[in-house]
């Protein structure tokens, strides 16, 4: 891929991204909710140490510890997206990459919505990562409403493209 179409499907990038985020991090946090809860249930004891103990005050504040990683995932998420803008507005491209980027664009708003379906479905489902999937409030909200989020990143990241190519003189010349 040229450096000139770079800017053109990281919105694409983006969405497939903030997905396989809050998988990555739900199953994570999942694991070690499992592990933690199967550690503190094993009923050994002996005179010199006690198993349920020692796994409290270790994989317990471990456990406390990633329940941290609901907000990260929105950090991550929020960045990529401010990243994506940044990188738009200091992407120098004739303005007439307008069209392609616009076509990207409503390509991302309908795949958005297929993986926003998806995801709801997963939520609404018996599945045990569901239930873990729910902590992630402010990421689920995110993926949810994702085609918006698709379209206003993408309109956004298009009017910067275009603002930054008309204070390009290569293309004032041109007369565009």
Same mark, same amino acid.
């Given at each position: 891929m040229n450096k000139k179409s770079q800017g053109s499907l990281s919105i694409i990038v983006w969405m497939v991204s903030a997905v396989i985020i809050i998988f990555f991090l739900a199953g994570f946090l999942y694991f070690s909710h499992t592990l933690t809860i199967t550690l503190n249930n094993i009923n050994m004891q002996t005179n010199l140490f006690n198993f349920s103990d020692i796994s409290q005050k270790t994989m317990g504040?471990?456990?406390?510890?990633?329940?941290?990683?609901?907000?990260? &995932?929105?950090?991550? +998420?929020?960045? /990529?997206?401010?990243?994506? /803008?940044?990188?738009?507005?200091? %992407? @120098?491209?004739?303005?007439?990459?307008?069209f392609v980027h616009a076509i990207i664009v409503i390509v991302g708003i309908v795949g958005a919505i297929y993986v926003s #379906?998806?995801?709801?479905?997963?939520? #609404? &489902?018996?599945?045990?990562?569901? &239930?873990?999937?729910?902590?992630?409030?402010?990421?689920?909200? %995110?993926?949810i409403y994702l085609p918006y989020w698709v379209?206003?990143?993408?309109?956004?990241? +298009?009017?910067?493209?275009? %603002?930054?190519?008309? @204070?390009?003189?290569?293309? @004032? @010349? %041109?007369?565009?």
């Open positions: 504040q471990v456990d406390a510890g990633m329940n941290s990683l609901t907000w990260i &995932s929105f950090i991550l +998420i929020v960045t /990529l997206a401010f990243s994506i /803008l940044i990188e738009n507005f200091y %992407i @120098r491209e004739h303005p007439v990459m307008f #379906n998806f995801y709801v479905g997963l939520l #609404n &489902s018996s599945n045990p990562l569901a &239930s873990t999937l729910m902590q992630f409030t402010a990421s689920d909200y %995110i993926v379209a206003v990143i993408g309109i956004a990241g +298009i009017v910067l493209l275009v %603002i930054n190519a008309n @204070r390009d003189p290569e293309f @004032r @010349r %041109i007369g565009v």
